[in-house]
């Protein structure tokens, strides 16, 4: 059974651009939530979508969004790059907002120069 | 305020030697508790969970962690450590709402377990 495949795993872009990840669930999970892992930071929780509909949201500004397909892939977008977006992006997925477990893919490291 | 606190943010134990790693919680309703493992470069591997039932937790490469709801704690433990135990180790809280987890996590700072040969 595959795991969470997050595309690309190494990314770097210009300060001002734009970027798009994404990221497959494991097959069956319609859950997906996403996070960013900075050194200063931590671990932080960015949102969670579930049924193509966003259910919850962490604390970051409007430049970064996504969206969830039909098919439960999920893709987050992060406009007008600043140098302190550069973080590994991790994706985690679940079968339902009932079961207890995510798991987590190897994540994209984003640069930003 | 929803928070976890791990308080060694660096452990190092020799080879063979029994580890505990700590972690306190805050949070209003029963905790949904993880601890994860992260390799440099890698995503998380889960390591064990809970989120009801006994306390005393069993979860994969020899690891074992006990919810004690009075202390607000749920420390890891392994009885003989591995040079591949080497990683970085997070506690995390899951957040629910009424019957509906939420998907966000609450995790700690981490703590870098070194392994001396």
């Known amino acids: 059974k595959a795991g969470v495949t997050q595309t690309p795993r190494y990314l770097i872009k210009t300060r001002g651009q734009q970027v798009t990840l994404s990221c497959s669930p494991i097959?069956?999970?319609?859950?997906v939530s996403w996070y960013q892992q900075t050194p200063g930071q931590g671990l932080q929780f960015l949102f969670e979508y579930f049924s193509e509909t966003q259910r919850n949201k962490g604390n970051f500004p409007g430049r970064f969004s996504g969206r969830q397909f039909s098919n439960s892939r999920s893709e987050m977008n992060v406009s007008t790059l600043e140098l302190g977006d550069s973080a590994l992006y991790l994706c985690?997925?679940?079968?339902?907002?009932?079961?207890?477990?995510?798991?987590f893919g190897s994540g994209t490291r984003l640069t930003v120069v | 305020a929803q928070s976890v606190t791990q308080p060694d943010i660096h452990i190092t134990v020799s080879e063979g030697a029994s580890l505990e790693l700590r972690c306190n919680y805050s949070y209003g309703a029963t905790p949904y508790l993880f601890w994860y493992v992260q390799s440099p470069g890698q995503g998380l591997q889960l390591l064990l969970k809970y989120f009801s039932g006994d306390t005393l937790v069993q979860g994969i490469k020899g690891f074992e962690a006990e919810f004690k709801r009075s202390q607000s704690s749920f420390n890891l433990r392994k009885p003989s450590v591995h040079w591949s135990d080497a990683a970085e180790y997070f506690c995390a809280v899951g957040t629910n709402a009424g019957s509906s987890n939420t998907g966000k996590l609450i995790f700690g700072q981490g703590t870098t377990l070194q392994v001396k040969p």
């Open positions: 097959s069956g999970h319609r859950s």
């Open positions: 985690a997925s679940s079968l339902d907002r009932q079961t207890v477990g995510y798991t």
